[in-house]
């Protein structure tokens, strides 16, 4: 699959995050009726992958990751009183 922006494919009309890249991804396996499924991810692809295992994680068979980046995080305010 061409991510778009990617390979031969078009670039999307707005910056797409890993997140949507991941949404797009799923929409794929939706359309090609694959229901589980392993993916290699190299790189921000194993971002990519690492996403859409943590929304679909019953769709993925293996996750396979070479070299990847991880999710982000959510950044947490911590207040300390003395």
């Known amino acids: 699959i061409d991510l778009p922006g990617w390979g031969n494919s078009d670039c999307p009309p707005t910056t797409f995050s890993a997140s949507t890249y991941a949404a797009f991804l799923i929409h794929c396996l939706d359309k090609l009726s694959i229901q589980r499924t392993t993916l290699i991810g190299i790189s921000y692809g194993g971002q990519i992958a690492s996403y859409v295992a943590a929304s679909v994680p019953e769709r993925i068979h293996k996750l396979v990751l ?4 991880g999710l982000e995080q959510k950044k947490i305010l911590s207040v300390c009183f003395f």
């Open 66 to 69: 070479i070299a990847s980046t």
